[in-house]
């Protein structure tokens, strides 16, 4: 059976110097934030067709250059990467993807960044969702670890995912344990967007992030993913 990763930022502060890092945007040329064609309009499901503005993002004071940075309104559909981190993924097989180019300002020095945006979610086909355990709790509250629910498939996912949220006090299903597909994925990365969203990643893939040496990452194995790892990132 093949292995997967989630892909989480670096809680090492040794490494990352502040865990915000990037958590100024400066003005760029036409970009607004509010703005139809902002970085933060991305799409849930689909490609951008338009063509998107970034701005000028600042890395604070305290934060360390690293290959991997978390910057804000990306959501779990995308990637802040330096061009080794993006060369080392773009070698392997890429589920459908949108690269754009961004400009990291640290202190009065300008380097060029990339966002990965994974346009497409593969809850559906790459999740076993007969193998894996689900739990509801409300959505305000303390979780309830001992009452799991077995969930068929994607759609009675997501019919139960609505009635809980109409619920009066609301309620969440929530991830107890996450079984993949793994013989359905044929990519070294992918993104997952209801089920612990976030971008994932193959163990050869891991190996070879950890051999070129990337920065500001860390890698939780996929048995071991719990509700409370809903960060990429």
Known sequence: MKNFYKILY???????????????????GNWKYWGEKSYIN????????????????????????VDLLRAPNTGYQSLVVSNKL????TAFSV????????????KDEKINYNMIF????RDEEFVSFEKSTFRITPTLGEYDMDKEINVKNYSQYLHLKEILEDEKPSKQIRLNTLILNSENINFDVFRLQWISPGIYISERMKL????QGITGIRFLPTHELRESHTTPI
């Open 86 to 89: 993006y060369e080392t993924i």
């Open 208 to 211: 070879a992030m950890e051999k």
């Open 10 to 28: 670096s809680d090492d502060y040794e490494e990352i110097g502040y865990a915000h890092q990037l958590d100024q945007l400066l003005p760029n």
């Open 95 to 106: 589920d459908e993807t949108q690269s754009f180019n961004i400009t990291i300002l640290m």
């Open 42 to 65: 991305f799409p849930i499901i689909g490609k951008v067709n338009f063509s998107l503005e970034f701005p000028l993002f600042k890395l604070n004071n305290k934060s360390k250059i």
């Open 118 to 121: 994974f346009s497409r979610p």
